[in-house]
């Protein structure tokens, strides 16, 4: 059973920065932050393969977040610079073990979320 806890959100300005991690027990064939909003969809943030390392983003963020992961710590990050009014949400990280990794189908095992909050 694959379990995971986010931690490090919180309040910063505009051009701020923030860190999030994710501690993960058992086994992932790939990870990923998601973030929802207010009145939207949770949408996929950033993506990795737990064993490869490659990497996937959103648009929205490429750029500017950067996902990473400690497989000796069982840790995985989001490091987001230049953060804006418009990243304010909350954010969770998921995984998975099979599927396609850009697929919020695909991942069936989620932490309850750190919110982040970005004022103007």
């Known amino acids: 059973q694959v379990q995971l806890m986010e931690s490090g959100g919180g309040s910063v300005q505009a051009g701020g920065s923030l860190r999030l991690s994710c501690a993960v027990s058992g086994y992932t064939n790939f990870k990923a932050w998601f973030r929802q909003a207010p009145g939207k969809e949770r949408e996929r943030v950033a993506s990795i393969y737990t064993h490869l390392g490659s990497t996937y983003y959103a648009d929205s963020v490429r750029g500017r977040f950067t996902i990473s992961q400690d497989n000796a710590e069982n840790t995985m990050y989001l490091q987001m610079n230049s953060l804006q009014p418009e990243d304010t949400a909350m954010y969770y990280c998921?995984?998975?073990?099979?599927?396609?990794?850009?697929?919020?189908?695909?991942?069936?095992?989620w932490g309850q979320g750190t919110q982040v909050t970005v004022s103007s």
């Open positions: 998921a995984a998975g073990t099979r599927g396609s990794i850009v697929s919020r189908s695909s991942y069936n095992y």
